[in-house]
């Protein structure tokens, strides 16, 4: 069995550092295969120690953290913040609204002309 000075699992080094706001949520998200560990995925008992990459899918972006530090107990933002490196690269640019087309609520279906101008900005031609 691995010293606890030296591993802790993986759902409860998730909690602690509030990547997931309950052990249990934490735990979930192992058995469902959002957690991998060195690039497999990991059960929520398997233990980390420190230096180990890990990519957690939430909603939908997969955020990549480094174990720095490793903590049994839950503890506050900024002393959690020091136990990880966080490599996620940021989000890609949001496209701007102007190109998607907009209605006003209630004015019905579009007539036909309207239908094609909006497959012409969609670039359904």
Known sequence: MTDAAT???VDVWLWA?????TRSA???ACRAGHVR???DRAKAAQPVRVGDELRVRIQGFDRILVVRQLLTKRVGAPVAATAYDDLTPPPPPRELTASVPVRDRGAGRPTKRERRDIDRLRGRD
């Open 26 to 28: 934490a735990t979930t």
């Open 37 to 39: 560990v060195g690039g």
């Open 7 to 9: 591993a802790v699992r």
């Open 17 to 21: 550092i509030r990547v997931y706001k």
